[in-house]
């Protein structure tokens, strides 16, 4: 079966990009490859649900200008495709005075990224919106809001559909020869010819980008965000989005609290390391994924520069009571009773063999692919933009 073009990989990345490539040029032949058995089964459906405003990124970089573009076309879209969303807004708060000169920078940073009504607000100001939490400095953010990124992801996979582009689920990739005019993708089940191979596979793009370049220097590692869940009675103690001031070295903003759209408040997420690529639960091990995460260079480095904040993260794992009191700096009301399990996320961090963790999305683009290598937050909320991207990029082959 020959296609045009190959997008692998049916989060909400790849799916934007598919989306986003069949809305500038219907005829073309799409085929989209989904191992699971749905859409949106990993980064995009256990994530927050947080639409960001761009308030983090370096102004410049492709995290900064897709978060911005994309904030503005995701909200459109739903607007027009009716898919329920809240712009709740979100306080960043400083809970010390070593944290008020980066909060400094970060109010800086946001006005360049033309966050023209973020603003510092006093204490007073803080309580009125925030009675309960602790702080000695704040930022309102009025753009940040909550969604269901699954329905989005769902909605772009009925776009795709109608536009004339197919989906196959069930259809993990397992090998892609490029050694001819075209390359071919093999599944577990069947092959399919294309001129364009698109690698949108999240927690394993490193590994389908080593099949179609040899220019990818870089290992996904896997990082677990667990959340926990406030109990019922207690939501009342969160009114927004809630965050403290993020660690500037550590490419994680810390535990937080965030409404969800489905109702109830979620506390977390922590950044532990994966022990397999798609590892959920502490007691989920690939043996040979963690083996290649411990002796990748890059990652040997990471561990020895973040260890003592590494060595946090895992002890609040495994303790419910150290998750408790890093929430606490927030709102010291939390105990530890008003928590109980909530779900976890795993994060796809790419690190180059320096020890770097890559803050920028990453593609890396020959004549035969175009692998989107790093992708993690705000992916979700930039991904009609990084699909407008990464597809004009597809057209100007064709």
């Known amino acids: ?53 761009g308030l983090y990124y370096k102004p410049g970089s492709l995290k900064a200008t897709n978060c911005i573009n994309g904030y503005k076309m995701l909200l459109d879209f739903c607007d027009q495709e009716g898919i329920a969303y809240d712009l709740c807004g979100k306080v960043v708060v400083a809970t010390n005075e070593a944290q008020k000169p980066l909060l400094e920078n970060l109010y800086q940073r946001g006005l360049q990224n033309g966050l023209v009504q973020i603003s510092r607000i006093s204490i007073q100001e803080l309580k009125e919106i925030e009675p309960h939490v602790n702080g000695i400095a704040a930022l309102k953010v009025p753009y940040t809001g909550i969604i269901d990124y699954k329905q989005v992801a769902e909605k772009y996979g009925e776009k795709i559909i109608s536009l004339g582009g197919e989906i ?20 577990e089940n069947q092959s399919f010819e294309t001129k364009l191979v698109i690698n949108c596979c999240g927690l394993y793009s490193d590994k389908i ?58 506390a977390g997420p922590n950044a532990v390391l994966a022990f ?41 794992s495994f303790s419910k009571a150290a998750f408790t009191k890093a929430l606490q700096e927030l709102i010291p009301e939390i105990q ?28 890396i683009a020959n004549d035969k692919a175009i692998n989107v290598c790093n992708a993690p937050s705000p992916a979700a909320t930039s991904s009609l933009s990084i699909g407008n991207t990464v597809s004009d990029l597809i057209l100007k082959r064709f």
């Open 276 to 316: 397999r690529r798609e590892g959920y639960k502490k007691s989920q091990i690939n043996l040979a994924e963690l083996a290649e995460t411990l002796m990748w260079p890059g990652f040997q480095k990471v561990a020895w520069k973040y260890w003592k904040t590494g060595f946090g993260e895992m002890y609040r």
């Open 336 to 363: 530890e009773k008003d928590l109980v399990d909530g779900g976890a996320g795993v994060r796809a961090q790419a690190c180059d063999r320096t020890g770097g963790l890559l803050d920028d999305f990453s593609i």
């Open 168 to 187: 196959q689920l069930k259809s993990k990739v397992i090998n892609i020869n490029t050694s001819g005019t075209n390359s071919i993708v093999s599944t």
């Open 209 to 266: 980008a080593r099949k179609t370049s040899d220019d990818v220097d870089l290992k996904i590692i896997p990082f677990r965000g667990e959340y926990f869940k406030l109990v019922p009675e207690k939501e009342y103690l969160v009114k927004h989005l809630i965050y403290p001031v993020p660690d500037p070295n550590f490419p994680f903003l810390g535990v937080h609290f965030t409404r969800m759209m489905k109702g109830g408040i979620e």
């Open 1 to 53: 079966m020959k296609y045009d073009v190959i997008v692998i990989g049916g989060g909400i990345v790849g799916l934007a990009t598919a989306y986003q490539t069949l809305a500038k040029k219907p005829g073309l032949k799409v085929l989209l490859l989904e191992k699971e058995p749905k859409l949106a089964a990993h980064q995009t459906g256990n994530n927050s649900g947080v639409i960001h405003s």
